[in-house]
C-alpha cells in the first residue's frame, strides 16, 4: 500500500508482512522552482497538472514525471474557471526512474528531458 505527496515522498506499507512498516522514497526536489523569489521558492499548490508517478511493473521500477514551466501572468481571469489567465513562454519535461525505492535520493536517475525549444514544428502547420 502507499501514500503519495507528489511534492515530498512516497510512503510505503506491506500490510501484508507479519509485522507492517512504513517507509518512504523521497521524491526528486523540483530545485529551479525552489530557486524563484529570490530564493524563497514560490507556493507550489497541487502537483497534479505538473507532476506524476507509475510503478511499472515489468521493469519493477518507479518511474516520475516533472514539468517545469516558465510562465507569465496576463491581465485578467478564465472566463469559465475564474482562474488567473497565464501565458507559458516554455517548458522542461523531464522523466526519472528509480529501481531501489529506498530512502535515498541517490535512487532517482534520469531518463529523459524534452524541452519545448528541441520542438520544431514545420511553417507549413503554423
Given at each position: 500500500?502507499?501514500?503519495?505527496?507528489?511534492?515530498r515522498?512516497?510512503?510505503?506499507?506491506?500490510v501484508?508482512?507479519?509485522?507492517?512498516?512504513?517507509?518512504?522514497?523521497?521524491?526528486?526536489?523540483?530545485?529551479?522552482e525552489?530557486?524563484?523569489?529570490?530564493?524563497?521558492?514560490?507556493?507550489?499548490?497541487?502537483?497534479?497538472?505538473?507532476?506524476?508517478?507509475?510503478?511499472?511493473?515489468?521493469?519493477?521500477?518507479?518511474?516520475?514525471?516533472?514539468?517545469?514551466?516558465?510562465?507569465?501572468?496576463?491581465?485578467?481571469?478564465?472566463?469559465?474557471?475564474?482562474?488567473?489567465?497565464?501565458?507559458?513562454?516554455?517548458w522542461?519535461?523531464?522523466?526519472?526512474?528509480?529501481?531501489?525505492?529506498?530512502?535515498?535520493?541517490?535512487?532517482?536517475?534520469?531518463?529523459?528531458?524534452?524541452?519545448?525549444?528541441?520542438?520544431?514544428?514545420?511553417?507549413?502547420?503554423?
Amino acid at each position: 500500500m502507499g501514500w503519495v505527496d507528489l511534492w515530498r515522498e512516497i510512503l510505503f506499507c506491506n500490510v501484508l508482512d507479519k509485522k507492517p512498516s512504513i517507509w518512504g522514497v523521497p521524491l526528486p526536489v523540483p530545485l529551479n522552482e525552489l530557486s524563484y523569489n529570490d530564493g524563497m521558492g514560490l507556493e507550489f499548490g497541487s502537483p497534479l497538472q505538473r507532476r506524476g508517478i507509475a510503478f511499472i511493473r515489468e521493469e519493477n521500477c518507479l518511474k516520475f514525471v516533472h514539468l517545469e514551466s516558465v510562465d507569465r501572468r496576463l491581465p485578467g481571469y478564465d472566463k469559465e474557471t475564474g482562474n488567473p489567465l497565464f501565458q507559458t513562454d516554455k517548458w522542461v519535461l523531464t522523466t526519472f526512474r528509480n529501481r531501489k525505492m529506498t530512502g535515498s535520493f541517490d535512487d532517482w536517475h534520469e531518463e529523459f528531458k524534452v524541452e519545448s525549444s528541441d520542438i520544431k514544428i514545420s511553417p507549413a502547420i503554423s
